[in-house]
């Protein structure tokens, strides 16, 4: 009901949804906070310390009884400068161990997110291996299946397969890296617990030994798998976490150290579980005095939000209970399909139209359009599915509300459009009247503001985006343009030389298997 209204308020071929115009919401809210945010420099001194051999850093927290962080690099400077005056000693030294739990077996959501950190594959690229992976490869002639069911949302593994595991373990490692106890992981309070967690079926089928039955995607994908499963009955990660302060006169420096003292699960499995802070902290008592070998004054600048990548997004969504581990990749699809959002390197950005449906939705179906909302729906269809509530009962709710925003915005049609329009500096060039910016079957175009009366347009020239690979003609680089029928590749040097191309979607032809389905409007 909400597409068809898109396609006459902006432009045909537009869709929205319960979860994938959310999600959309979700990441042009980012981008506000990106726009809006003001970033603020401060300059530290930092002081690089020495105890008879061992050396390590601290930074200055507090001078003459305030905060030693400075809007100008020449009072930072100046602070440096007295440093050398001072004699150093330790006026507090704090030392703790700290364990790392080992990881619960994958779920649907937290393979598309470790694959997407370590791997740098999409979610939609996880599902597709990882469904090769489950329904089986040719090992010494036979059809084998490697892993479980990768559409699930539970943590639990069968008792053989732990089994298994823990067998693996005594067998390959000393007995000091396999847990004491059999490590069970709850699963999150939305879960249905209808398959087990994803994990290899054969704990003996190394990455080593599987590789040469693999492509090189599907190694990668299956090692990931292969190690979490193992890991998930192995010891804990225990690291020394030290805080030391160092004073003189009317400084106080503070200084943090970690070091890795048992691995554990991290010997087969670690990603991004312990940041190395690299500074080691020696052994040291109270009053010790310590050398101030050299001292700098570092720029620290705050950074903006960050844009979300796969793995971010998955998270947030499941996080807010939007949508199901099995469809955020079809939502992340059809967000890229429908030119809602670009990628980045790594990180989704939202188009210009992208913004522009959002901006509507929001205006006018903010009831539904978002987290809120979906949320209670999702735990609303869990309740159908169980028989807890009546389909139609929920639907006749849901429409009662729903049916008075589409009326609204039906009824404003034109405000939505004045809504998306864009003010420009241009006049035209037929009547004089201000040129402004709209929406039209193959994207924006400029046109007179005295329209009916004046009918006059124009085409916006868009910089296009260009793409990592070369022309096979004249080497120039490739980049993404629009026509009338979507998008293509073309040569940057045109006119000079004319090298086009269709733009795959990645995705063969259901029918023969062998070529790729190409974008068409």
């Known amino acids: 009901m909400v597409s068809p209204f898109l396609w006459r308020a902006v432009k045909q071929g537009l869709s929205a949804g319960r979860v994938q115009s959310v999600a959309l919401r979700l990441i042009c809210e980012k981008e506000e906070k990106i726009e809006?945010?003001?970033?603020k420099t401060t300059f530290k001194v930092r002081g690089h310390f020495k105890k008879e051999a061992d050396e390590f850093f601290a930074d200055l927290v507090e001078y003459n009884n305030s905060k030693a962080a400075f809007t100008e690099e020449k009072s930072a400077k100046e602070i440096e400068a007295l440093l050398s005056k001072s004699k150093f000693h330790i006026d507090a030294l704090k030392q703790e161990k700290k364990e790392v739990k080992s990881h619960p077996p994958f779920t649907t959501s937290t393979l598309q997110q470790t694959a997407s950190n370590a791997l740098n594959y999409t979610a939609k690229k996880t599902m597709s291996i990882a469904q090769e992976l489950y329904e089986?490869?040719?090992?010494?002639?036979?059809?084998?299946g490697l892993i479980t069911y990768m559409r699930t949302d539970s943590t639990r593994i069968n008792d053989d397969a732990v089994k298994s595991v823990r067998t693996y373990i005594k067998e390959n490692f000393t007995d000091k890296y396999m847990s004491q106890s059999v490590n069970i992981f709850k699963s999150g309070k939305m879960s249905q617990d209808a398959h087990e967690a994803i994990?290899?079926?054969?704990?003996?089928?190394?990455?080593?030994?599987?590789?040469?039955?693999?492509?090189?995607?599907?190694?990668?994908?299956?090692?990931?798998?292969w190690k979490r499963?193992?890991?998930?009955?192995?010891?804990?990660?225990?690291?020394?976490?030290?805080?030391?302060?160092?004073?003189g006169d009317e400084f106080l420096f503070r200084g943090v150290g970690n070091q890795l003292l048992f691995e554990g699960f991290m010997k087969i499995y670690s990603y991004g579980d312990f940041r190395d802070l690299k500074n080691l902290i020696p052994s040291m008592e109270k009053n010790d005095k310590v050398d101030l070998k050299s001292s700098e004054v570092r720029k620290e600048e705050t950074q903006p939000p960050s844009r979300y990548t796969d793995a971010t997004l998955v998270k947030a969504l499941e996080?807010?209970?939007?949508?199901?581990?099995?469809?955020?990749?079809?939502?992340i699809d059809i967000l890229m399909k429908r030119d809602y959002m670009i990628k980045e390197k790594r990180y989704f950005k939202p188009t210009?139209?992208?913004?522009?449906?959002?901006?509507?939705?929001?205006?006018?179906?903010?009831?539904?359009?978002?987290?809120?909302?979906?949320?209670?729906?999702?735990?609303?269809?869990?309740q159908i599915e169980q028989g807890k509530i009546k389909r139609n009962d929920l639907l006749k709710e849901f429409y009662s509300e729903f049916s008075k925003s589409l009326k609204n915005a039906e009824t404003n049609k034109k405000e939505v459009k004045t809504l998306i329009e864009e003010k420009t500096s241009e006049v035209c060039d037929k009547c004089g009247s201000p040129m402004i910016i709209k929406w039209g079957r193959f994207g924006k175009f400029m046109a007179c503001s005295n329209y009916p009366k004046c009918s006059n347009t124009k085409q916006i020239e868009e910089e296009n985006e260009k793409i990592d690979e070369l022309c096979p003609e004249c080497s120039k680089p490739l980049t993404v343009k629009r026509g009338r029928f979507g998008k293509f590749i073309a040569c940057s040097d045109y006119p000079k030389c004319k090298y086009t191309r269709n733009s795959s979607s990645g995705i063969k032809c259901p029918k023969c298997g062998e070529g790729d389905l190409i974008e068409r409007q």
Do not use: W
């Open 36 to 39: 809006s945010f003001k970033s």
């Open 352 to 382: 210009e139209l992208g913004k522009v449906v959002n901006k509507v939705l929001v205006n006018y179906f903010s009831e539904t359009i978002n987290v809120d909302f979906t949320a209670k729906m999702e735990g609303e269809l869990d």
């Open 319 to 331: 996080a807010k209970g939007i949508g199901r581990p099995s469809t955020y990749a079809a939502i």
């Open 229 to 247: 499963t193992i890991a998930c009955q192995m010891a804990n990660a225990v690291y020394a976490y030290t805080t030391v302060d160092i004073r």
């Open 199 to 225: 994990r290899v079926t054969d704990v003996n089928l190394t990455p080593e030994k599987a590789e040469k039955f693999l492509s090189k995607e599907q190694h990668r994908l299956y090692s990931l798998i």
């Open 136 to 144: 089986g490869v040719e090992i010494d002639g036979a059809l084998t």
